[in-house]
């Protein structure tokens, strides 16, 4: 079936580093991801986005990486700073511009824990 | 630009009453889903709305349900509450659905006793 898994559940690293978050996905069918940060008692924040038709796309001090060959998105953080420990998680979607929203699935997700 | 807003934030309820849970999307988002999260089964989509139209819906029983309002406002109840039913609610608006940038508020953390 449908799932969105990713290789590991905790992740420490060193202020100042860089840290990378993966993400593995099933459903060939999926074309649209998204990376999400939560942060504890809050909503999950949105991070950046990528579309089936491109392979990397680029954000403020992120990179998320799509590898449709094996089914695989990574999240990059350059730089890795104490704000950005939280739960990132990875959500895949069928697109469907312009109509449902349909069915975000989101992995467990990861924990980013950052040491100064 | 406000973002997306749920209340109430905190939600203590007994078993077998009913709950109503509010979000407020971002302006001009048309778009509003709603998802469970608890720590055994992560996040869980339960419904999307869009122009007041239920346009999909997860695998969750009956007793949960939803809808959507004309200024896009939306609204989700669920009936005789189980002890399972405690989790973080959240809602996510985006503009158009499928294929767009859905952004989260805070969420509802209901407890169930």
């Known amino acids: 079936g449908e799932s969105v898994g990713l290789h590991l559940p905790t992740l420490s690293v060193q202020e100042g580093d860089n840290s990378i978050i993966n993400c593995a996905y099933s459903?060939?069918?999926?074309?649209?991801f998204i990376w999400y940060k939560q942060e504890s008692g809050k909503g999950p924040q949105f991070i950046i986005d990528?579309?089936?038709?491109?392979d990397k796309r680029q954000g403020q001090r992120v990179t998320v990486l799509l590898n449709k060959t094996v089914k695989h998105l990574s999240l990059q953080i350059a730089a890795t700073q104490p704000g950005d420990s939280a739960v990132y998680f990875c959500?895949?979607?069928?697109?469907?511009?312009?109509?449902?929203?349909?069915?975000?699935?989101f992995g467990k997700g990861t924990k980013l824990s950052v040491k100064p | 630009k406000a973002g997306v807003t749920q209340t109430p934030r905190y939600l203590i309820k007994t078993r077998g009453q009913q709950v109503t849970l509010s979000c407020s999307p971002i302006?001009?988002?048309?778009?509003v889903s709603w998802y469970q999260q608890t720590p055994g089964q992560g996040l869980q989509f339960l419904f999307e709305?869009?122009?007041?139209?239920?346009?999909n819906k997860g695998n969750f029983p009956g007793r949960f349900s939803g809808r959507q309002f004309s200024n896009s406002r939306s609204e989700m109840n669920v009936s005789t509450l189980e002890l399972g039913d405690s989790a973080l609610y959240l809602c996510?608006?985006?503009?158009?659905?499928?294929?767009?940038?859905?952004?989260f508020g805070q969420g509802t953390r209901l407890t169930v006793v």
């Open positions: 990528i579309r089936s038709n491109m």
């Open positions: 959500a895949e979607n069928i697109m469907n511009y312009g109509g449902s929203q349909g069915n975000l699935i």
């Open positions: 459903n060939s069918a999926s074309d649209y």
């Open positions: 996510a608006s985006s503009q158009q659905g499928g294929g767009t940038e859905a952004f």
């Open positions: 709305y869009f122009s007041e139209t239920q346009r």
């Open positions: 302006s001009g988002h048309r778009s």
